[in-house]
């Protein structure tokens, strides 16, 4: 099965996606993560104003097969939570990329996702093209 990996998005081999506009990140996880995951039942996200920082455990996503902690793709402050996918996890998989994003973080060092993976490159990966 081929799922969509927008391109103007940054990808980590954790499965979380980052999109930068200015130094507003946007982190969701990817269309293949939630496909993987499948009925998703909850979701713990951080508060408004908490920091988060790349690499480490930002809040976890819960389905029926598993408890999967979120890796955060960059270090910063978030501004935004989006708590209708707390209250209605269950809706990340109807569109991942747009409605069903997790957090919006001011990102105190943009080169950070400089490693993150392209979308060809995490398609690559994650379908073994």
């Not at 990140?25 to 939630?34: E, L, N, P, Q, W």
């Not at 997790?102 to 943009?110: E, G, H, P, S, W």
């Not at 979308?119 to 690559?124: K, N, Q, R, T, V």
Request: charged content about 30%; glycine content about 8%.
């Amino acid at each position: 099965m081929s799922f969509d990996y927008p391109s103007d998005l940054k990808y980590l081999d954790t499965h979380e996606y980052v999109r930068l506009d200015g130094e507003i990140a946007t982190i969701g996880i990817s269309a293949f993560a939630v496909d993987q995951l499948g009925d998703i039942v909850f979701l713990e996200l951080p508060d408004i104003n908490d920091e988060i920082t790349k690499g480490e455990g930002f809040g976890s996503i819960e389905s029926v097969k598993a408890v999967e902690e979120l890796k955060s793709p960059v270090t910063g402050t978030v501004i935004e939570r989006n708590e209708s996918m707390i209250e209605f996890p269950e809706q990340v998989a109807e569109d991942p990329y747009g409605e069903g994003w997790f957090l919006k973080v001011r990102v105190n060092d943009l080169s950070e996702i400089d490693d993150a993976m392209t979308a060809d490159e995490y398609s690559a990966q994650v379908e073994g093209d």
